[in-house]
Structure formats: C-alpha cells, structure tokens
C-alpha cells in the first residue's frame, strides 16, 4: 500500500506570495492532518480534515487554511507568506473508527523556504 | 506540560541492540505509548506503540514497565540507517487529538 504523498517536496517563495501544498493520504484513510515543524517550535498542529470538514484546528492565523477532496485528498494555502512561515509542513492520514487505535502515518514533508 | 522525558542523546554501536528509555511517570489507564522516529528532514515514521503490554513488530520491541511509568525501545541490531532523533509520546485518541513531539533523543549509530 503506497504511503502518504506530499507534493512539492521543496519549495522558494517570497515575502508577500502565497503558496499551496498538496497531500494524498494511504488509501482507505479519510483523515488527513497538517502539521508545521521548525528547529525553534518543534511539531505544531495546524488542522485536521475529515470526510471534507475541519475537525479541529490548531493555533494559527488565518493565513493559514486547508480543505479536504471527496477522494480525501488535501491542500493546504498559505496566503501572504512571512520569513517565520519557512519550515517543513508535514502531511498525516489516519482512518479514524477502524477500532484500532488510530495511528497517524506521516508523508515525507514539504520544505518551503520564504525569501 | 511535558508528558514524557527522554534522554538528549545516545550513541550505539552499529550492530549492537539500541535502547531508547522514556519516563512517562504520569501517564493515565487509557494513554498508549508510541513511538516515532525522525531521519534528519524527512516525515516522522511510526515505529511502534502499546498500551501495557510488551510489543514486538518488524522494526522494534518496546518493553513497558508493570506500572506504566516507563518505558524501552529496543532496536536489536542498529545500523546506521538507524540514525535519527526518536520521539516518545503518551496519547490517548488519535481522533481528535493533536500530535506534539517533545525534543526526542538523538541516537547516532557509530559504525
């Protein structure tokens, strides 16, 4: 089963621009999360989608947004884009309710880098 | 409001058994353990989790303690591709709840 997909792995925008992120869950996985990591803040939830609705979000401005395809696929946009918002933004699915625990599998990140 | 305490740093050996120790001394009866791993820019892979018992899979054992306070990931025989900073959290539901790393510990595989 093919894992997590994000695209593009690397990224080089400037101040000002905005940009859009891609994530394909595993298949079978209806719940797809953001997360933001940088060397000073670590691992930061940004949102979570299920079944094409925000679930839940973290603490960050409105710059930051998301949404969720019927075939569970994710971006995510950041508009106006700052020198804070360089990091590595991560991409996990999971399937809620499967009566496992649901353990969050993670895609290889986007590096977007703000000039 | 940290969860768990692991060690900044570790070194092992190349083909030796890697134990990876966490406290988690304030764990509660419904928190598993898990336990993911981090290669230097690249997604966190999930390695393995339980909730009271031992468990083994492909990759790892994890021994947790009788009282749940602590616990061991065992890599048994590291190789350099082992090299990455490994985080342990105690988590309830994955639902609706939000992973958080804490600074995890360096294990570097010396060949």
């Known amino acids: 089963k093919a894992g997590v997909t994000q695209t593009p792995r690397y990224l080089i925008k400037t101040r000002g621009q905005q940009v859009t992120l891609s994530c394909s869950p595993i298949?079978?996985?209806?719940?797809v999360s953001w997360y933001q990591q940088t060397p000073g803040q670590g691992l930061q939830f940004l949102f979570e989608?299920?079944?094409?609705?925000?679930?839940n979000k973290g603490n960050f401005p409105g710059r930051f947004s998301g949404r969720q395809f019927s075939n569970s696929r994710s971006e995510m946009n950041v508009s106006t884009l700052e020198l804070g918002d360089s990091a590595l933004y991560l991409c996990?699915?999971?399937?809620?309710?499967?009566?496992?625990?649901?353990?969050?599998?993670f895609g290889p990140g986007t590096r977007l880098t703000v000039l | 409001d940290a969860k768990t305490t692991q060690p900044t740093s570790m070194d092992c050996a190349e083909g030796r058994a890697a134990n990876l120790p966490c406290n988690h001394s304030?764990?509660?009866?419904?928190?598993?353990v898990y336990w993911y791993r981090q290669i230097h820019s690249q997604g966190p892979q999930y390695i393995i989790h339980?909730?009271?018992n031992n468990e083994t899979n492909e990759m790892a054992s994890l021994i947790i303690t009788e009282d749940r306070k602590s616990s061991t990931l065992i890599l048994p025989h590291a190789t350099l591709r082992d090299t990455a900073v490994y985080y342990c959290?105690?988590?309830?539901?994955?639902?609706?709840?939000?992973?958080?790393f804490g600074t995890g510990t360096r294990l570097t595989i010396i060949p």
């Open positions: 304030t764990i509660s009866g419904n928190e598993y």
């Open positions: 989608y299920f079944s094409e609705t925000q679930r």
């Open positions: 298949s079978g996985h209806r719940s």
């Open positions: 339980g909730l009271k």
């Open positions: 996990a699915s999971t399937n809620p309710g499967t009566g496992a625990l649901d353990t969050q599998y």
């Open positions: 959290i105690v988590i309830s539901n994955f639902g609706n709840e939000k992973l958080t």
